[in-house]
């Protein structure tokens, strides 16, 4: 399957249960809302302020970084989730990133919106892994990428500061042959 058969040119990637939007500069609000609420940014990431002029800085900036908002199907916007090239794009290599708000958390959303990445990513970009970082205690976000088929590489140890003490996270990945192929596709054209 290609990507010109399926119905994503509009900015929208379908799921049965969420949808993936890319991020416009009216998400901005909210998603420095998120940021700045630290239920929402999770007990699991460093404490983080993000103004409205820092999040429209960051999402106006020459970055790689591509964000998307995640959706239930009635529009209502649950979280967000972003991908980025691991050190350059001749790397072909992509991590990905992920957060829902507290009360859509264990409904199955998280490991949808990553399983539509995924089939996104290997379907459009010439990558063979994609990445994915989650602090050691984060047993759920572990879970969602086992389901998707992403692979424990292993633990780095004090690999980033949060909360007042250096935390240990998994690397986690999958590599384009692991990857069955789509999924999740429910919009086809």
């Known amino acids: 399957m290609s990507l010109s058969h399926c119905g994503w040119w509009i900015g929208v990637l379908e799921g049965k249960s969420v949808n993936l939007r890319i991020m416009e500069k009216d998400d901005l609000p909210l998603v420095a809302e998120w940021f700045n609420t630290p239920e929402v940014f999770g007990v ?89 970082q989650t602090d050691d205690r984060n047993v759920a976000s572990q879970k969602v990428l086992e389901k998707v088929g992403f692979r424990k590489e292993g633990t780095l140890r004090k690999s980033f500061f949060a909360r007042g003490e250096w935390r240990n996270s998994c690397m986690y990945s999958i590599l384009r042959e692991e990857w069955k192929g789509p999924k999740i596709l429910t919009k086809l054209v």
Do not use: C, W
């Open 44 to 132: 699991y990431n460093p404490l983080f302020q993000l103004s409205k002029v820092d999040a429209e800085k960051l999402f106006e900036g020459p970055n790689e970084v591509k964000a998307f908002i995640v959706e239930k199907k009635d529009g209502t916007k649950i979280g967000d989730l972003i991908h980025f090239y691991v050190l350059h794009i001749g790397d072909r290599a992509l991590e990905i990133g992920y957060g829902l708000v507290p009360g859509e958390r264990g409904k199955g959303y998280g490991t949808e919106a990553v399983a539509i990445m995924v089939d996104y990513l290997f379907l459009s970009k010439e990558v063979g892994r994609i990445q994915a």
